[in-house]
């Protein structure tokens, strides 16, 4: 069956049990798994890209058919789907195992192909298109995260937040949570500061910035450094990006202790992990420990607060930082010899 998405939420509360999700809004799509599936399967929740999926199909099957009438509700979520598994996926539809509920998501499939005319044609299961966005829903989605953050900006400057981020749900929200983050403590934003907060090249090179100072890459470090003249207000971003991408480690690191298997650690992270972040967010968890983390977390606070106090020195603050941090790696490699 076929179903708009305005008319998904209807649908999902209908006795179905397998959806495809498909279409260029990746952003959308990821919002609609977090707000309406995941919240009913906290914890039975598999993940599995395609390929995955083809190379280990015994578990797979297994999973899927080999299981009792009285376990609780499963969630399966599977990425980037092609037609490569389109016979898997007909297959489990067709013998509608009890207490499973599956999501392809897809990105644009062609009107010939295999597995979105299954979808369509069939009464077990549903699909759903994503297109992109208008500037129209991209302006009532940031006039509610606003309203939600008591926050007051004027119409030309949330058009104008929405051309800087290419009208682009994903960049739009990050730009979002970045300008509420800045107003913590302040009552408004003009243009110029806006413009110079939203700025989607400098920020891609802050957030590999930290990337690559919390994987003790000392070159990709120093590059990045030398390569940029971060201002005032990127000092106080650096920090906030720090502090968040190390809660995350920290959480991970608490279960890679655990369960002692990095892969296993990464391919079950909630939220889910897009595939370009993988690698390097598993270099930092197998380059620090939980202490390790705990402490670079407490420094960070640190600094942040010495940003506050020093503004205007903020930026030599934040950077003999993270120079700080090369030299103690340096120090560390020459301590091994």
């Not at 376990?71 to 490569?84: F, M, P, S, V």
């Not at 120079?323 to 020459?334: A, D, E, G, P, T």
Request: proline share 2%; net charge positive.
């Amino acid at each position: 069956m076929i179903a708009k998405f305005t008319s998904f939420k209807q649908k999902f509360d209908e006795k179905i049990n397998f959806f495809l999700l498909y279409g260029e809004n990746e952003a959308l799509i990821e919002e609609v798994i977090e707000k309406l599936f995941k919240l009913n399967f906290s914890n039975n929740i598999f993940r599995y890209d395609e390929g995955e999926l083809l190379e280990g199909i015994d578990g797979f099957n297994n999973l899927v058919f080999n299981r009792s009438l009285f376990e609780e509700n499963q969630l399966i979520i599977i990425y980037r789907a092609t037609d490569k598994i389109f016979g898997i996926i007909s297959k489990i539809i067709d013998q509608k195992p009890s207490n499973l509920k599956i999501i392809i998501k897809s990105e644009i499939l062609e009107k010939k192909s295999k597995l979105r005319n299954f979808f369509e044609k069939s009464k077990e299961a549903l699909i759903i298109p994503f297109y992109e966005d208008n500037k129209q829903s991209l302006y009532f989605l940031a006039e509610n995260f606003l309203k939600e953050k008591n926050i007051s900006i004027s119409p030309q400057k949330i058009n104008f937040i929405i051309e800087k981020t290419n009208a682009k749900r994903k960049f739009l929200k990050n730009e979002l949570e970045k300008i509420s983050n800045y107003l913590v403590g302040k009552k408004e934003i003009d243009f110029e500061k806006l413009s110079k907060l939203i700025n989607p090249n400098e920020n891609h090179n802050i957030i590999e910035l930290v990337d690559q100072c919390l994987s003790k890459n000392i070159k990709g470090t120093i590059q990045i450094l030398n390569e940029n003249n971060f201002s005032q207000d990127d000092s106080v971003l650096i920090t906030r990006i720090f502090l968040k991408k190390l809660k995350k480690l920290l959480h991970l690191s608490k279960i890679f202790e655990k369960n002692k298997n990095i892969d296993e650690t990464i391919f079950n992270a909630r939220p889910p992990i897009f595939w370009k972040e993988k690698e390097i967010i598993k270099q930092q968890l197998l380059k620090q420990n939980k202490l390790e983390i705990n402490k670079f977390i407490v420094e960070v606070n640190k600094i942040e607060l010495q940003i506050k106090k020093n503004y205007n020195n903020s930026v030599r603050i934040i950077l003999d930082f993270i120079l700080s941090k090369c030299q103690k790696v340096i120090n560390s490699n020459f301590s091994r010899y």
